[in-house]
């Protein structure tokens, strides 16, 4: 079992779901890691996106109060922050501010960049799952450490009888590691 070909194995699942798209930078064009866990996802479910990260929330959570469970994928920790906006004050608020009506599923995938082999210097490699965790109310966050935990914890995310939406943080050290 190994981080990777967990993170494959899992994509794979969320792929079959007729309910689900796949929208970020480098998810149909190679470019991260991530976009190496997606090579089974069919074309038709991927929609590349330009570095709008904030807008990439924003039709996120519009997709999923449409009935899709979008699975929004930000290549790194640190581009994840510019989305802040619509992740803390109406992703995460959304429930509330609805009185619970509006129940929206995404899924979230960032990444801790890689320092090994090749260091992606302090724009590309922070952790912020503490500060991500005190903020959040309702998304739930989950830091994807061991190969043994991942596909159970995304097949949790979208089977969620409570449509809650999760935040999942990848290491890149750990996709050819462990």
Do not use: W
Request: glycine share 6%; aromatic share 12%.
């Amino acid at each position: 079992m190994k981080y990777k070909n967990e993170l494959i194995k899992s994509m794979n699942y969320l792929a079959k779901k007729p309910n689900t798209l796949f929208l970020g930078q480098s998810v149909e064009f190679s470019g991260n890691a991530i976009y190496n866990t997606l090579v089974g996802v069919p074309k038709k479910k991927k929609l590349e996106m330009p570095v709008f990260e904030d807008a990439q929330m924003g039709m996120s959570l519009g997709l999923a109060m449409n009935g899709y469970i979008p699975i929004t994928c930000y290549p790194r920790f640190d581009f994840l922050i510019l989305a802040f906006n619509q992740l803390v004050n109406h992703l995460d608020k959304i429930r509330l501010m609805s009185r619970g009506e509006i129940k929206p599923q995404v899924i979230i995938r960032t990444s801790i960049g890689s320092k090994n082999p090749l260091n992606g210097g302090p724009q590309h490699t922070q952790d912020y799952t503490e500060i991500f965790k005190k903020t959040l109310t309702e998304v739930k966050v989950v830091f994807l450490n061991t190969p043994k935990q991942i596909f159970p914890a995304f097949k949790k995310a979208y089977n969620d009888k409570n449509k809650h939406s999760y935040l999942f943080i990848e290491h890149g050290d750990f996709y050819n590691q462990k």
